[in-house]
Nanobody, 117 residues
Framework: QVQFVESGGGVVQLGASLRLSCAVP??????????LAWYRQAPGKQRELVAE????????YVDPFVEGRFTISRDNAKRTVNLQMNNLKPEDTAVYYC????????WGQGTQVIVSS
């Protein structure tokens, strides 16, 4: 079973930083290189793509409001994908998930980020 395991979330104040980490199933790396991505789902909203990183390290920040504040990275040897989030804002409050892009149907539990003002 493919299972992503996210960690690193928490409750922080406006302007704080968090670093999210995701353990990616080994089977994902057994296929041809695929982009890894972070998604988020805010209360009452649909899950949305935040950022992606290719096997070669090319990054794409889909949400213009995170570019410059968030940094996505991957470690192929450790099979992890990370999301460094700086200068957090209340609108970043959401449950964050990792997956490939396009995503598989197997989502992890996610990690919750709450930013208070």
């Amino acid at each position: 079973q493919v299972q992503f395991v996210e960690s690193g979330g928490g409750v922080v104040q406006l302007g704080a930083s968090l670093r999210l980490s995701c353990a990616v199933p080994a089977i994902i790396f057994s296929f041809s290189p695929t982009p890894l991505a972070w998604y988020r789902q805010a209360p009452g909203k649909q899950r949305e793509l935040v950022a992606e990183v290719t096997s070669g390290g090319y990054t794409n920040y889909v949400d213009p409001f995170v570019e410059g504040r968030f940094t996505i990275s991957r470690d192929n040897a450790k099979r992890t994908v990370n999301l460094q989030m700086n200068n957090l804002k209340p609108e970043d409050t959401a449950v964050y998930y990792c997956n490939v892009r396009p995503p598989t149907s197997s989502w992890g539990q996610g990690t919750q980020v709450i930013v208070s003002s």
